[in-house]
Every structure is written in C-alpha cells, then in structure tokens.
C-alpha cells in the first residue's frame, strides 16, 4: 500500500475501511430484512516489533487511531520521534517504526489499568500520576452555544444510522464539527482525534469534545491530555470521571439532548443566555 509523507516526514499508511457490513437477519415475522452491522477488527499495535496492544476497532481511521494512542498513553511525546506507521489488514496489525527507539516503554507495559471504555479500553504506566502537569485554560461556555452544536451534531452519526452498536466522538470549535469519527469504543474514537489533532498541529484550548458516551475517568483524562476544556456528552458520568474534571478543570455537561442538559461540573462558567420560560408556579 502506497505510504502518505507528513512532515517531519513520517509515512502513514492510508488503510481505512468500510466502517459497516452487509448482513441478513429475521424480524418477528419471520422474514429475511437485509441491513447492515458495525465491522469491528483487531489491530495489534508493534513499536519498533514490541507487542504493545490490540485494539477492537471499525478501522475508519486506524493511522489516526494509532498515533491518538500513543500520545494519550504518553508512549511517545513528538511525531519527530516516529518514521512510519503503517498499517496491514492481511496481518490486522500497525507496524510502528520509531527513529531511535523509546526510552520507558517496558516500565510503562508493566502498569496497566483496564477501564471501563467499550470493550474494554486500557490505561499504561504513570498516566494518574502525570496529572499534576495538565494546565487547561477557564472559559465561559454559553448555553445558546450547546444548543446550536447539538444541532449540528444531531446529522453525523452515520455508521449508528446505518449499523448501530458504535460511539460518537467530534471535535468542536464554536458550532462548526471539525472533525467527527465513530467507533466500536468512545476510547478509540477520542484517540483517533487526538491523533488528528496531533498531524494537523490544532489546540485544544478553544475547542470542545462531544461524545455519545459517558463520561469515565478516561475520557476526562484524554480529553485534558488533549488540552480541551470542555466536554459535552449525551450519556451519564461516572464518579470517577466528576472527580478528575473537578481536579483538572474540565466543564463536564452530560445528558446533553435536544435542548436538555446536566452541567457536573464548571456550572459556574457557564452563561445561560437561552433559558425556556419557566411556567408559573414552577
């Protein structure tokens, strides 16, 4: 497969696939529907021909997957540290070829947490410890903003349309999406914007991230590692992840519908400039 140049170039593979799949299946009446499902595949992670780990993904954007991963688990820290990541279907694997090897990989193999990401997503080495350094700027969010961005993003989940069973993720600047990807897990859907946002240099720091699910330790932990100060889901949050945006100063906002919402956490930066009318009494 012919390889992408980035600078300072890094060859990338260009390896993503139909998200979906064609199946039959019988309704309760017993007749033949023709539908689609979501087309999860493994893809086992190799640095520099170590094992790191395998991944249950659509494979969309399995380039952008793999690097989100390695920034979020802080295995490497610039893309000058890589040469290639290419990724091969026939072996379901992603070849990454560092310059000059890196350093602390095996010390942070030996540390690993399974979280509660869908399908099970995992956390290396001293990620709760190296909290300490995330810095995220205060903003004021106002409501008018996320209603008007709950309506643009009511029109992207298309593989959830047409296949069901994946989770959404998009970045967003103001009302514009700049970049949406679903997945099998809300995990690899954060990591593959994450390594978005790594090729194509974009800050995080006016910028919010939605998700259609909940809101865990580690979706707060990666969206803060990607310098992001807000972040809007349409599902519920765990205790753990309320924990670490009040530590870290993430504006959580959950049960994010239509024109309803929570705010957990940063209520008070927060303009409600597009309050319904109460009705009397209330």
């Known amino acids: 497969m012919e390889a992408r140049v980035y600078t300072p170039s890094l060859q990338l593979t260009d390896a993503g696939l139909d998200a979906a799949a064609p199946v039959t299946a019988m309704d309760e009446n017993g007749r033949l529907r023709q539908g689609m499902v979501a087309a999860e595949r493994p893809l086992t992670l190799y640095l520099d021909k ?25 295995m490497v820290h610039s893309l000058e540290e890589l040469a290639a990541v290419q990724v091969d279907w026939e072996t379901e694997s992603a070849a990454i070829t560092s310059r000059r090897g890196v350093a602390g990989v095996e010390k942070r193999l030996e540390r690993r947490t399974v979280t509660t ?114 972040l809007l889901s349409r599902s519920g949050v765990t205790q753990m992840g309320l924990e670490l945006a009040r530590k870290l100063g993430v504006i959580l906002v959950a049960r994010a519908k239509g024109r309803h919402f929570l705010v957990y956490h940063g209520a008070d930066q927060l303009v409600l400039d597009a309050r319904d009318a109460l009705p009397a009494g209330a």
Not at 56 to 72: A, I, Q, Y
Not at 140 to 168: F, P, T
Not at 191 to 198: L, Q
Request: hydrophobic share 40%; aromatic share 6%; charged share 20%.
């Open 50 to 74: 170590r094992e790191l780990v395998t991944l249950m993904t659509l494979g969309s954007h399995p380039e952008w997957l793999v690097l989100g991963w390695l920034r979020n688990q802080r």
């Open 117 to 230: 990401g869908c399908g099970q997503g995992t956390v290396f080495g001293d990620l709760l410890e190296d909290l300490e350094s995330i810095s995220l700027p205060r903003v004021r969010l106002r409501q008018s903003r996320i209603y008007r961005l709950l309506a643009a993003l009511s029109h992207h989940n298309e593989i959830y349309r047409r296949a069901g069973a994946v989770h959404g993720c998009a970045l967003c600047c103001e009302e514009e999406i700049l970049c949406f990807v679903e997945d099998v897990g809300r995990h690899n859907a954060v990591d593959a914007i994450a390594g978005h946002m790594w090729l194509e240099g974009i800050e995080g720091g006016d910028k919010i991230f939605y998700t259609t699910g909940r809101l865990t330790s580690e979706m707060v932990i990666k969206v803060a590692q990607m310098g992001i100060p807000v």
